[in-house]
Protein backbone atom coordinates (compact mmCIF):
# COMPACT_ATOMS: atom_id res chain seq x y z
CA UNK A 1 0.00 0.00 0.00
CA UNK A 2 1.37 2.92 -0.43
CA UNK A 3 1.22 5.89 1.93
CA UNK A 4 -2.05 7.64 2.38
CA UNK A 5 -1.01 11.28 1.04
CA UNK A 6 1.37 11.01 -1.37
CA UNK A 7 0.12 10.84 -4.97
CA UNK A 8 0.70 7.96 -6.94
CA UNK A 9 3.62 8.36 -9.04
CA UNK A 10 5.83 10.96 -7.06
CA UNK A 11 8.76 9.96 -4.51
CA UNK A 12 8.29 9.18 -1.01
CA UNK A 13 11.53 9.24 -0.50
CA UNK A 14 11.88 12.40 1.15
CA UNK A 15 10.13 11.17 4.12
CA UNK A 16 13.54 10.85 6.22
CA UNK A 17 14.82 7.47 6.77
CA UNK A 18 15.77 8.11 10.56
CA UNK A 19 19.12 6.95 9.76
CA UNK A 20 21.11 9.85 9.84
CA UNK A 21 22.35 10.62 6.37
CA UNK A 22 23.30 7.44 5.31
CA UNK A 23 22.22 6.01 2.19
CA UNK A 24 20.13 3.15 1.74
CA UNK A 25 20.41 1.92 -1.62
CA UNK A 26 20.92 -2.31 -1.16
CA UNK A 27 19.17 -4.79 0.61
CA UNK A 28 22.43 -4.49 2.63
CA UNK A 29 22.38 -1.32 3.64
CA UNK A 30 18.61 -1.38 4.43
CA UNK A 31 19.16 -4.68 7.14
CA UNK A 32 22.20 -2.72 8.61
CA UNK A 33 19.66 0.16 8.77
CA UNK A 34 16.90 -1.84 10.38
CA UNK A 35 19.38 -3.71 12.75
CA UNK A 36 20.77 -0.33 13.69
CA UNK A 37 17.52 0.84 14.69
CA UNK A 38 16.41 -1.86 16.31
CA UNK A 39 19.65 -2.16 18.95
CA UNK A 40 18.63 1.58 19.58
CA UNK A 41 15.55 0.44 21.48
CA UNK A 42 17.06 -2.86 22.71
CA UNK A 43 15.51 -5.19 20.50
CA UNK A 44 16.90 -8.30 19.43
CA UNK A 45 17.23 -9.65 15.40
CA UNK A 46 17.45 -12.44 13.33
CA UNK A 47 18.00 -11.86 10.17
CA UNK A 48 18.16 -14.51 6.89
CA UNK A 49 19.20 -13.84 3.56
CA UNK A 50 18.38 -15.29 0.51
CA UNK A 51 21.43 -13.98 -2.59
CA UNK A 52 20.59 -15.51 -5.93
CA UNK A 53 17.96 -16.00 -8.57
CA UNK A 54 17.41 -19.91 -7.01
CA UNK A 55 16.98 -18.53 -3.54
CA UNK A 56 14.89 -15.39 -4.17
CA UNK A 57 11.06 -15.84 -4.02
CA UNK A 58 10.14 -12.35 -6.18
CA UNK A 59 11.90 -12.13 -9.60
CA UNK A 60 9.94 -8.49 -10.52
CA UNK A 61 13.45 -7.02 -11.09
CA UNK A 62 15.29 -9.55 -13.59
CA UNK A 63 13.44 -11.52 -16.41
CA UNK A 64 12.73 -14.94 -17.27
CA UNK A 65 15.74 -17.31 -17.29
CA UNK A 66 18.23 -14.68 -15.84
CA UNK A 67 20.38 -15.11 -12.90
CA UNK A 68 21.35 -11.64 -12.55
CA UNK A 69 20.11 -8.08 -12.32
CA UNK A 70 20.07 -5.64 -15.42
CA UNK A 71 23.25 -4.21 -13.63
CA UNK A 72 24.73 -7.54 -12.77
CA UNK A 73 23.98 -7.89 -9.31
CA UNK A 74 22.49 -10.76 -8.15
CA UNK A 75 19.31 -10.93 -6.43
CA UNK A 76 19.24 -10.15 -2.63
CA UNK A 77 16.59 -10.68 -0.56
CA UNK A 78 15.96 -10.64 3.36
CA UNK A 79 14.01 -11.48 5.60
CA UNK A 80 14.38 -9.97 9.24
CA UNK A 81 12.84 -10.77 12.61
CA UNK A 82 12.73 -7.94 15.62
CA UNK A 83 11.78 -9.74 19.10
CA UNK A 84 9.63 -7.93 21.96
CA UNK A 85 6.38 -6.53 21.93
CA UNK A 86 4.78 -5.95 19.27
CA UNK A 87 6.81 -8.46 17.18
CA UNK A 88 7.84 -7.03 14.17
CA UNK A 89 8.64 -9.30 10.30
CA UNK A 90 10.34 -7.76 7.59
CA UNK A 91 11.05 -9.34 3.67
CA UNK A 92 12.95 -6.90 1.81
CA UNK A 93 12.87 -7.49 -2.06
CA UNK A 94 15.66 -6.55 -3.86
CA UNK A 95 13.53 -4.61 -6.20
CA UNK A 96 13.75 -1.38 -3.14
CA UNK A 97 10.68 -2.50 -1.55
CA UNK A 98 9.74 -4.53 2.18
CA UNK A 99 6.53 -6.23 3.15
CA UNK A 100 6.34 -5.35 7.02
CA UNK A 101 4.19 -6.85 9.28
CA UNK A 102 3.52 -5.38 12.95
CA UNK A 103 2.59 -8.41 15.45
CA UNK A 104 -1.09 -8.90 12.65
CA UNK A 105 -1.21 -6.11 10.62
CA UNK A 106 0.67 -6.40 7.45
CA UNK A 107 2.25 -3.43 5.11
CA UNK A 108 3.09 -4.19 2.11
CA UNK A 109 5.19 -2.20 -0.29
CA UNK A 110 6.93 0.18 2.40
CA UNK A 111 10.27 1.67 0.38
CA UNK A 112 13.67 0.43 1.99
CA UNK A 113 14.61 4.13 2.82
CA UNK A 114 11.50 4.40 5.20
CA UNK A 115 12.31 1.20 6.97
CA UNK A 116 14.25 2.62 9.74
CA UNK A 117 11.24 5.61 10.11
CA UNK A 118 9.09 3.32 10.11
CA UNK A 119 10.61 1.43 12.86
CA UNK A 120 11.27 4.37 14.97
CA UNK A 121 7.46 5.10 14.33
CA UNK A 122 6.07 1.85 15.92
CA UNK A 123 8.86 1.65 18.88
CA UNK A 124 8.64 5.32 19.67
CA UNK A 125 4.91 5.20 20.55
CA UNK A 126 3.90 7.28 17.36
CA UNK A 127 1.58 4.40 16.13
CA UNK A 128 -1.77 4.47 16.83
CA UNK A 129 -5.16 2.14 16.63
CA UNK A 130 -7.88 4.14 14.89
CA UNK A 131 -11.07 2.69 15.58
CA UNK A 132 -15.16 3.48 13.90
CA UNK A 133 -17.94 1.99 15.41
CA UNK A 134 -19.76 2.33 11.89
CA UNK A 135 -18.92 0.75 9.87
CA UNK A 136 -17.06 -1.48 12.47
CA UNK A 137 -13.15 -0.70 11.30
CA UNK A 138 -10.42 -0.58 13.05
CA UNK A 139 -6.69 0.21 10.99
CA UNK A 140 -3.16 0.44 12.49
CA UNK A 141 -1.64 4.25 11.36
CA UNK A 142 1.79 4.59 11.42
CA UNK A 143 2.80 8.13 10.67
CA UNK A 144 6.90 8.83 9.62
CA UNK A 145 8.59 12.06 9.58
CA UNK A 146 7.81 13.79 6.20
CA UNK A 147 4.52 14.03 6.26
CA UNK A 148 4.06 10.23 5.12
CA UNK A 149 1.36 7.79 6.77
CA UNK A 150 1.10 4.26 6.58
CA UNK A 151 -2.38 2.91 7.18
CA UNK A 152 -3.71 -0.97 6.89
CA UNK A 153 -6.74 -2.52 8.42
CA UNK A 154 -6.97 -4.82 11.53
CA UNK A 155 -9.02 -8.04 10.01
CA UNK A 156 -11.59 -9.20 13.03
CA UNK A 157 -11.41 -8.47 16.36
CA UNK A 158 -9.43 -12.03 16.78
CA UNK A 159 -6.07 -10.17 15.66
CA UNK A 160 -6.02 -7.49 17.73
CA UNK A 161 -3.12 -8.25 19.99
CA UNK A 162 -2.60 -6.85 23.50
CA UNK A 163 -0.16 -4.43 21.97
CA UNK A 164 -2.72 -2.95 19.39
CA UNK A 165 -5.38 -2.61 22.10
CA UNK A 166 -3.33 -0.17 24.19
CA UNK A 167 -2.78 1.62 20.77
CA UNK A 168 -7.02 2.33 20.22
CA UNK A 169 -7.44 6.14 20.28
Same mark, same amino acid.
Given at each position: ?? %?T????????????? &?????????T???? @? @? +?????????R?T???H????DQ??????? &??F?? +?? %???????????????? %??????I??? &??A?I?????????? %??E?L????????G??A??????????????V??????T?????LG??N??????????
Open positions: MR %PNVPPGSSSRDGGS &GAGDRRIDSESAV @A @A +VMEMADSYGETVESIGASGRRLAS &GATV +VD %PDGSLLHEAYIEIAGR %PTVCMEFSE &GDSTVDTVEFIGV %PRQPAFLDAVYGRWVRGRRFPPTLHLIPIPGDVYKEPIPWMTPWLNGLIR
